[in-house]
């Protein structure tokens, strides 16, 4: 076999690649020409060796992470891999059944940094020692190549998103889940600055600052401190009546009324989306000094993360609701939130239904005619409800005026008819109630499936109030 041909063939096109990417599935595609042996690419994205480029397997590991298997090795020592029996070693990832030696080199730039990995795995008898030179070789071309071609390629900016809403699910507290929400939106946005307007007890609130506010965020909250309360209910009153908006970049253009503040602080570029419900939720900007145009991809990726964050904040709102109301509750003598926990643990998927109840228009009771209304309200609906309950089904009060019933049913239509009985009961009260309802799914935790009847509630409040709605399942 004339390996120098092989040199030959495998480079000669590299000079046309116009990208990384390019470059690394012309390199493969060409090297497969000249050997029946299963070849895999790996690059560093993002701390793991992801695989661009393969070909001679019905499966290989898209993604390998740091010093896992031969691969990985390689990649971390910068040191060739000869395995004349695969079985023998035991860093070995199997691609095909039938392999039996394995040539793993470093993809290097010329000044010897590892940038990736070019794996070979034959199933015949093949003479390593010249395609070990061959190899090392070609990835030593391969890497000069991706380096001139400006490195690896990029994370997408989809893969970005997914890594941070693993951070927001993970986030603890309000805190950590606003930090991780701005870096996110500033990070896979590509822009300089993000904002976030959480509802508060009476008016939109300014989220205090993550722990690395940029010059722009110090700005843009400065003038919207300043601007006060009433400006910022304007924004998000804006956002969730018309959508998601951002900026065409023409120069010249004057902004409208409420995004007047957010000029004064040097915003030219701005994406603006709703978080969460019209009713308690809030408003994502993300802003720039620069005079950009988003493109529309821009405002999906923003929409995704402002709903992965609001999920995000909603579960730790609930989580904190239920631990802070461990005692029975007094007013209803409803069960507490203690028991609640333990029995949604133990919820049987496809059984056992959650049914999240909001009161209807209840603040407007407590403003008019003060909270001893409110609690004689409160105490006559949780009668009624209870009442209007079956035998074994379980009513809660998680809140000041929500409650939760755990009921069993064969199908989910037997869980919304109870609900709808509800509905019926509270009329009789002179009130109404919204009901979201949801069934737990195989694997889900309770959190997640009360989490699932709240927005199931938030749809109902959002259609007009007074109804039920049945999460999808």
């Known amino acids: 076999m004339d390996h120098q041909r092989i040199i030959r063939d495998v480079t000669a096109d590299l000079p046309a690649a116009t990208t990384a990417l390019d470059a690394c599935q012309r390199f493969v595609t060409a090297l497969a020409g000249h050997t029946p042996a299963a070849i895999s690419l790996l690059l560093q994205v993002q701390g793991r060796l992801r695989c661009v480029a393969a070909t001679g397997a019905w499966q290989i590991f898209s993604t390998v992470p740091p010093k896992t298997g031969i691969v990985g090795r390689v990649y971390a020592t910068g040191e060739t891999a000869v395995v004349p029996d695969v ?18 080199v470093p993809v290097v730039d010329p000044a010897g940094r590892a940038v990736g990995a070019l794996d070979l795995q034959w199933s015949a008898p093949v003479d390593l020692a010249p395609w070990r030179v061959t190899a090392e070789r070609l990835a030593a071309r391969l890497g000069a190549r991706i380096l001139a071609l400006g ?8 893969e970005k998103l997914l890594r941070h809403a693993a951070a927001l699910s993970a986030a603890t507290t309000d805190c950590d889940l606003i930090t991780s929400a701005i870096c996110a939106a500033r990070d896979v946005s590509a822009l300089s600055a993000a904002v976030l307007l959480l509802d508060g007890p009476e008016t939109s609130r300014l989220c205090r600052p993550p722990r690395t506010p940029g010059e722009l965020e110090d700005r843009i909250r400065a ?7 009433v400006a910022l209910d304007r924004i998000v009153e804006l956002v969730h009546r018309y959508g998601a908006g951002y900026t065409l970049g023409e120069a010249g253009q004057p902004p409208t009324e ?10 030219r570029t701005l994406v603006a989306v709703p978080l969460g419900p019209p009713d308690g939720g809030g408003v994502l900007l993300v802003a720039d000094e620069r005079l950009l145009r988003p493109d529309p991809t821009t405002v999906s990726l923003m929409e995704l993360l402002a709903g992965q964050a609001w999920n995000s904040l909603d579960r730790l709102r609930t989580l ?5 109301q ?11 939130t203690g028991p609640f926990g333990k029995r949604i643990a133990t919820a049987t998927p496809g059984r056992t239904a959650l049914l999240a109840i909001d009161v209807d228009g209840f603040k407007t009771v407590n403003d008019t005619y003060g909270h001893q209304a409110g609690d004689r309200l409160l105490i006559g609906l949780a009668r009624a409800l209870e009442s209007a309950l079956r035998h074994g089904d379980e009513l809660y009060r ?28 509270a009329r009789r009260t002179g009130r109404t109630i919204s009901v979201g309802v949801a069934l737990p799914r195989p694997g889900e935790s309770a959190e997640v499936t009360l989490r699932r009847a709240d927005q199931a509630l938030y749809t109902v409040k959002r259609q007009g109030r007074d109804g039920v709605r049945l999460a999808p399942a």
């Open 87 to 104: 079985a023998a070693d035991p860093d070995h990832l199997p691609i095909r059944p039938d392999v039996t030696a394995e040539i793993c």
């Open 151 to 158: 490195g690896p390629p990029p994370e997408s900016r989809s």
């Open 223 to 229: 003038e919207l401190t300043e601007a006060g309360p």
């Open 258 to 267: 409420e995004y007047v503040p957010l000029s004064h602080a040097g915003v």
């Open 320 to 324: 904190n609701r239920l631990r802070e």
């Open 326 to 336: 461990a005692s029975s509750d007094p007013l209803t003598g409803l069960r507490h």
């Open 398 to 425: 998680i809140g000041g005026d929500e409650f939760v019933a755990v009921i069993e049913v064969n199908r989910p239509e037997e869980a919304v008819r109870i609900a709808e009985r509800l509905t019926e009961a």
